[in-house]
């Protein structure tokens, strides 16, 4: 493919090799590092004057050294004559801050002010999956392709539960009814959900499971899972309504503090999570943990985007 360059930040440099392995392209160079005030500094080591540029970086890891290392990174290739540039951010930073929950709230919408800063920076397009709330697309100016992993979940549900077709999917909040519904209907499965109450952020009060799991294999779906103590719990509750066994599958496994630990100890069958964040270091101290690659899905994105095509086909379909 002429005239495109396919870049990494620092935070996930194994999806952009495999995203460049794809292509069938090299990777392009680029030197980040830091100063000793622990200022970050980039310097892109090649032409990329009327090129069409791809930055991947996602939102983990480091995340606010991260976030400015790709802010520098668009501004660089943008200030370098770059006829467009694509922030390609698999898992979204700050996307949890999507509003102002209470009433009078003095909360910031943080993920609106990452839009603004992609913006600013010099940003002309983004690519990212499975956002935690769509109306972040609304935040920008720019086009937001929010790809979904949704097409690799249902392979992968149809190629290692061998009793798929009794199974129940189950949305561990009511916010992610819509998400649920939607895998059900394509398995052509029923789904619950359950309702949870928080007193405060990442810690979940009580819980109550509508719809019946009894005897039925059940398959939590959310977009993401942080410290696990929701996941955990939902599982704690299919299982003591009589669920035979529960998996639990998300877009992006962040897992931090307590989350592995709180695996371990809970009664999953897998937890199956994609690659938008690395899982390495996760694997090696959590055998529950499954990985699912969506390289391919991102690596068509910025195919058919380079070629002026329509991505609306990954909505349903995973790449050959």
Not at 191 to 198: D, G, P, V
Not at 202 to 210: C, F, G, I, T
Not at 282 to 299: E, G, H, N
Request: aromatic residues 4%; neutral net charge.
């Amino acid at each position: 493919m002429p005239n495109i360059k396919i870049f990494s930040g620092s935070s996930h440099p194994d999806l952009t090799q495999k995203i460049v392995d794809r292509l069938g392209l090299e990777l392009g160079k680029v030197v980040t590092k830091k100063f000793s005030n622990q200022e970050t500094c980039v310097e892109i080591g090649e032409s990329v004057r009327g090129e069409d540029v791809y930055i991947v970086q996602s939102g983990c890891g480091e995340i606010n050294d991260n976030l400015m290392e790709l802010l520098i990174m668009i501004n660089a290739c943008k200030i370098a004559s770059a006829s467009r540039v694509t922030a390609v951010i698999p898992c979204f930073p700050y996307a949890r801050q999507d509003k102002k929950d209470k009433v009078g709230s003095r909360a910031p919408i943080s993920a609106k002010l990452v839009a603004n800063m992609l913006s600013v920076s010099g940003a002309d397009h983004i690519i990212t999956m499975d956002l935690h709330a769509s109306q972040i697309q609304g935040f920008f100016d720019i086009p937001v392709d929010n790809l979904y992993a949704e097409p690799a979940v249902l392979q992968w549900i149809k190629e290692n539960i061998n009793e798929w077709k009794n199974c129940i999917i189950v949305s561990p909040d009511a916010g992610g009814a819509k998400r649920v519904t939607s895998i059900a209907d394509r398995l052509n499965v029923d789904f619950a959900l359950i309702h949870k109450e928080r007193k405060k952020a990442n810690e979940v009060d009580r819980m109550v499971l509508v719809g019946d799991v009894k005897d039925r294999v059940a398959i939590l779906v959310d977009d993401m899972a942080d410290t696990c103590g929701t996941i955990c719990h939902a599982a704690d509750k299919l299982v003591s309504a009589g669920a035979v066994k529960v998996y639990a599958i998300l877009t992006h496994g962040i897992f931090s503090g307590p989350a592995i630990s709180r695996i371990n100890n809970a009664s999953f069958e897998a937890v199956v999570v994609t690659n938008t964040i690395p899982q390495e270091d996760k694997i090696k101290q959590c055998s529950k943990i499954q990985v699912i690659d969506i390289s391919m899905i991102l690596a068509e994105a910025i195919r058919r985007t380079h070629n002026g095509e329509s991505v609306s086909y990954l909505f349903s379909h995973v790449p050959l």
